[in-house]
């Protein structure tokens, strides 16, 4: 098997996903990981993600103002999951994570990666992927005020009670000391 045909298969993969693909972000993360020694199974699963994507190729993001003027009135124009997994990497042990933002019902921001360290329990695994939801909420709700646009109260949907209680308690060190700044 060719390592470059591999590694051009991945590259329009992550390319489709970065920019019109939400929906492949995890497959392409898994299949990202063994870029410097493919096997065939790896190719066999690149195939199957752009048959995927031929087969679905008339679906994409479609932003419809009917439902972003009832959203603005109900106030939640943007919204956001997150979700992660505890160690599912066997050789390393980190876990991965992923969030999507949507404006208007139509997701705008998305990330599927493998965390950059490794964390003690799911509860921090969840935390360390809705702080990087955080992150990239700050930096919409700053675009959105240079345009004149207010935003509170953005609802993150996470379901990892535990995370939600750290998040909603931060000051809880005696079960927390072991999170990373």
Same mark, same amino acid.
């Given at each position: 098997?060719?390592?470059?045909?591999?590694?051009?298969?991945?590259?329009?993969?992550?390319?489709?996903?970065?920019?019109?693909?939400?929906?492949?972000?995890?497959?392409?993360?898994?299949?990202?990981?063994?870029?410097?020694?493919?096997?065939?199974?790896?190719?066999?699963?690149?195939?199957? /993600?752009?048959?995927?994507?031929? +087969? %679905?190729?008339?679906?994409? *993001?479609?932003?419809?103002?009917?439902? &972003?003027?009832?959203?603005?009135?109900?106030?939640?124009?943007?919204?956001?999951?997150?979700?992660?997994?505890?160690?599912?990497?066997?050789?390393?042990?980190?876990?991965?994570?992923?969030?999507?933002?949507?404006?208007?019902?139509?997701?705008?921001?998305?990330?599927?990666?493998?965390?950059?360290?490794?964390?003690?329990?799911? /509860?921090?695994?969840?935390?360390? +992927? %809705?702080?990087?939801?955080? *992150?990239?909420?700050?930096?919409?709700? &700053?675009?959105?005020?240079?345009?004149?646009?207010?935003?509170?109260?953005?609802?993150?949907?996470?379901?990892?009670?535990?995370?939600?209680?750290?998040?909603?308690?931060?000051?809880?060190?005696?079960?927390?000391?072991?999170?990373?700044?």
């Amino acid at each position: 098997m060719n390592a470059n045909k591999y590694n051009a298969v991945i590259g329009s993969l992550i390319h489709a996903m970065v920019h019109t693909r939400p929906d492949i972000a995890y497959a392409v993360s898994i299949l990202s990981r063994h870029l410097a020694d493919p096997q065939p199974c790896h190719f066999a699963g690149a195939c199957y /993600c752009l048959c995927y994507l031929r +087969a %679905a190729r008339d679906r994409g *993001l479609l932003y419809r103002s009917e439902e &972003m003027k009832q959203q603005q009135l109900c106030n939640v124009l943007v919204t956001a999951a997150v979700d992660s997994s505890f160690a599912d990497c066997d050789e390393t042990a980190r876990s991965t994570s992923g969030f999507v933002v949507w404006f208007g019902g139509t997701p705008i921001a998305w990330e599927c990666k493998r965390q950059p360290l490794v964390t003690m329990s799911t /509860c921090e695994s969840e935390y360390v +992927a %809705a702080s990087k939801c955080v *992150l990239e909420i700050k930096a919409l709700n &700053m675009l959105l005020n240079f345009w004149g646009v207010t935003l509170n109260n953005i609802p993150i949907h996470e379901d990892n009670t535990a995370c939600i209680a750290v998040a909603a308690q931060p000051v809880h060190k005696q079960r927390t000391k072991h999170n990373a700044i």
